[in-house]
C-alpha cells in the first residue's frame, strides 16, 4: 500500500511555464516532507523540503506547498527551465523511514 | 570527500546466485538506507540501519540481508537471487536527528537473468 500518493506520473511544461506536482499521505505521524530530484543514471538529491508546521517554503524558483488539514502538500517550479527535466519524488518520514511517492517524470520544453 | 559510494554499478546474476552491494559513507552519519527502485514503484526501503551494529526491516526486506559491522560501511546480501530483484538499488545516509537530509550513492544496476 502506497503510504504517499504522486500525481501526476508524467508532466510536460513550456519552459517560462509553472510545473505543479502533488502528495498526498494519510499517516499523521509524518513530520517531515522532502522532495528529491533524479535526473537519469544519478541517486536522488534533496531539492527541498517542509515540516508540517509551515504552510509554504520557498528556495529561488521551487515552492513546496503544505496543507495539513487536508493532508496534501505540492511542489511548485516557477519559470521552468530545459534543465529541470527530471523525475521528482515526493516523501515523508516518521519512524527512522522515509516514505516515497512513484515520482513525477518532467520534461520542459524549449 | 567522496559522499555515499555504491560496488559495484553494474551486476548481471544468474537466478540463484549470490552477491553483496557494498555501500560506504564519509560523513561520518548515523543512519544508513537501503532501497530499490522500479519503475512506477517510486523508492521502496529494503532495510535501514540507526548505528553500527544495528539493522531493521524496512518496506520489502524479504530475500535480501543487511550488515553494518563499521559506521562507515552497509552491506546488501541477496542469498539466492531471482529474476523479480532485477532493480536499481541505491544506498542512501543521513546524520542522526529527526528526518535530516539524506545524501543517496550513485545506485547499483542489477539484472538477474
Known amino acids: 500500500q502506497q503510504q504517499v500518493k504522486q500525481s501526476p506520473q508524467s508532466l510536460i511544461v513550456q519552459k517560462g511555464g509553472i510545473s505543479i506536482i502533488n502528495c498526498a499521505y494519510e499517516n499523521t505521524a509524518f513530520d517531515y516532507f522532502p522532495w528529491y530530484q533524479q535526473f537519469p543514471g544519478k541517486g536522488p538529491a534533496l531539492l527541498i523540503a517542509?515540516?508540517?508546521?509551515?504552510s509554504e517554503k520557498k528556495e529561488g524558483r521551487f515552492t513546496i506547498s503544505f496543507n495539513k488539514s487536508a493532508k496534501q502538500f505540492s511542489l511548485h517550479i516557477m519559470d521552468s527551465q530545459p534543465g529541470d527535466s527530471a523525475t521528482y519524488f515526493c516523501?515523508?518520514?516518521?519512524?527512522?523511514?522515509?516514505?516515497f511517492g512513484t515520482g513525477t517524470s518532467l520534461t520542459v520544453i524549449p | 570527500n567522496a559522499g555515499v559510494t555504491q560496488t559495484p554499478k553494474f551486476r548481471v546474476l544468474k537466478t540463484g546466485q549470490s552477491m553483496t552491494l557494498l555501500c560506504a559513507q564519509d560523513m561520518n552519519h548515523e543512519y544508513m538506507y537501503w532501497y530499490r527502485q522500479d519503475p512506477g514503484m517510486g523508492l521502496r526501503l529494503i532495510h535501514y540501519?540507526?548505528?553500527?551494529?544495528?539493522?531493521a526491516k524496512g518496506e520489502v526486506p524479504d530475500g535480501y540481508n543487511v550488515s553494518r559491522l563499521k559506521k562507515q560501511n552497509f552491506l546488501l546480501g541477496l542469498e539466492s537471487a531471482a529474476p523479480s530483484q532485477t532493480s536499481v538499488y541505491f544506498c542512501a545516509s543521513s546524520a542522526l536527528r529527526q528526518g535530516a537530509e539524506q545524501y543517496f550513492g550513485p545506485g547499483t544496476r542489477l539484472t538477474v537473468t
Open positions: 517542509i515540516r508540517p508546521d509551515v
Open positions: 516523501a515523508a518520514f516518521t519512524g527512522n523511514q522515509f516514505y
Open positions: 540501519s540507526v548505528g553500527e551494529g544495528t539493522t
